[in-house]
């Protein structure tokens, strides 16, 4: 079952949820996550991609649309696979122009399509754009888990969440500090855990060897990152009351 509300989506329990962050175009760790999922009880597990899975750092292997490809395909045909909102596919939404190690991604992007569909890459790219608009940009557990590309961000409470790009996707600084936000304060994250009623929140973005826990805040690298590569299998139905009940369900790739 699946439940979206605007931008947010909610998970009941029991059950369990994999999360996966920022692939970056790298097909070879989508095929992992998909395998990986595959036999997480016969694809009765989510599957939570938390957003970037587009853009790597160059053009030479560069899988960004065939990883949009399948992307799209498996989210029309499973209700438990759950791509969220990355900075990079909201640049793709915005046209804000958005640099990686130098290189212009947004142009990267637009020449990939040029290359892969030269007939009709305008089509292909307005597509895109129509899909990464109705991606939820967070998910709420039902045993309070708040995941995101990033953050924390100021709000008042859930329903800032829910109608979160409701009027746009410029101008929108919780929406801005929620795919874009790096290094916040325990005391923040404290504060958005409160207003959102959730216990602990799990990110990706910064690239981080494997992982790293700060207070209630877990930052994981999937694939892009700084070393080791991780994902989280969350259980649903465990009560979760911090960022340090999150650790033991850290799982490494090989
Ligand atoms: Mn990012």
Redesign the pocket.
């Known amino acids: 079952m699946k439940y979206v509300e605007g931008d947010l989506l909610t998970l009941p329990g029991p059950g369990r949820a994999l999360v996966v962050t920022?692939l970056h175009g790298n097909l070879e760790d989508f095929r992992k996550v998909m395998t990986l999922w595959g036999k997480c009880f016969n694809r009765k597990c989510h599957l939570i991609l938390t957003?970037?899975f587009i853009h790597a750092m160059g053009r030479v292997n560069d899988h960004s649309i065939e990883i949009i490809e399948e992307v799209q395909y498996y989210h029309d045909k499973y209700d438990n696979f759950h791509p969220l909102l990355?900075?990079?596919e909201w640049a793709t939404i915005t046209k804000i122009l958005i640099y990686k190690g130098g290189v212009n991604q947004n142009l990267n992007f637009e020449q990939l399509l040029m290359e892969t569909f030269p007939d009709a890459w305008e089509e292909k790219l307005e597509e895109y754009i129509n899909f990464f608009q109705t991606l939820p940009v967070a998910v709420r557990t039902e045993n309070g888990v708040f995941i995101s590309?990033?953050g924390p961000a100021k709000v008042e409470s859930i329903d800032d969440i829910i109608n979160l790009t409701r009027d746009s996707y410029l101008d929108n600084q919780p929406l801005y500090d929620l795919l874009w936000r790096r290094d916040p304060k325990k005391r923040d994250v404290n504060q958005f855990l409160e207003k959102v009623d959730c216990q602990a929140m799990v990110v990706?973005?910064t690239p981080v060897d494997g992982y790293k826990l700060k207070g209630n805040l877990l930052i994981l690298s999937s694939s892009y990152g700084k070393g080791r590569k991780v994902y989280l299998e969350l259980d649903l139905g465990k009560e979760i009351q911090g960022g340090r009940d999150l650790e033991p369900l850290i799982k490494y790739f090989r």
């Open positions: 920022d957003g970037d990355g900075n990079h590309h990033s990706g973005h």
